[in-house]
């Protein structure tokens, strides 16, 4: 299966900074990733479909000036926390589909974020 | 798009006995099915899948049975083991909607 790299682990910001989490497909060209927010005990909720090259498209319920998506290559996807309040605090996980079936996800390690 | 269910959010274990984790899926166009096991604090990771078009498929100490009559979803894992502690999640695929995912069923295995 695909290899997904996210990073970072682990991040604890103040209220009203940004921070930038990392996600890269190692092994194969994504030009579609996914990502997800999982609070705690709870199952994962999908953010928005990042797209090489294009806009993401960003479910209902997702601010997207708050969580800016960027896919510049094939190999990466970011996803920027701007202005970071408490609530934001959560698991955020990145996930590519597996090619050319685009059914199965393959997911990065996920990022812990709190903010303070 | 309809959410995916779990009948249980715990299930605790003998280690050495097997484990069925059960999920009820509502949306009848589901055709593909998967089974993630989570670890704390880490990402999901991918156990075993099915199409609909099948009712049964193995991997290795694991079984995932699918029954469209009643739209359910089983996993089976065999001899469990104390590495097999994690939350248990299983996801739908129906049309353009996208994957789905259940609720969880946190497993915890006894020694």
């Known amino acids: 299966g695909a290899v997904v790299s996210q990073h970072p682990s682990r991040v604890i910001c103040k209220s009203g900074t940004s921070v930038k989490i990392e996600c890269r497909s190692l092994d194969f060209q994504a030009t579609t990733m996914f990502w997800y927010r999982q609070f705690p005990k709870k199952s994962l909720m999908l953010m928005a479909t990042s797209n090489e090259g294009s806009k993401a498209t960003y479910e209902q319920g997702v601010e997207k000036d708050k969580f800016l998506i960027n896919h510049a290559s094939l190999t990466l996807s970011t996803l920027t926390v701007t202005s970071a309040h408490p609530e934001d605090s959560s698991f955020y996980i990145c996930s590519v589909t597996d090619a050319p079936t685009n059914e199965k996800l393959f997911f990065g390690s996920g990022t812990q974020l709190s903010v303070l | 798009g309809e959410s995916v269910g779990l009948h249980l959010p715990t299930l605790s274990v003998q280690e050495g006995d097997n484990s069925i984790i059960n999920c009820a899926y509502s949306?009848?166009?589901?055709?593909?099915f998967i089974w993630y096991k989570q670890e704390s604090g880490k990402g999901p990771q991918f156990i075993i899948d099915i199409r609909s078009n099948m009712d049964k498929r193995q991997g290795q100490r694991v079984t995932v049975l699918l029954n469209k009559t009643v739209k359910h979803l089983s996993l089976q894992i065999a001899a469990t083991q104390p590495g097999d502690s994690a939350v248990y999640f299983c996801a739908e695929r129906g049309g353009a909607d996208g994957l789905t995912f259940g609720k969880g069923t946190h497993l915890i295995i006894q020694p």
């Open positions: 949306n009848s166009a589901s055709d593909y």
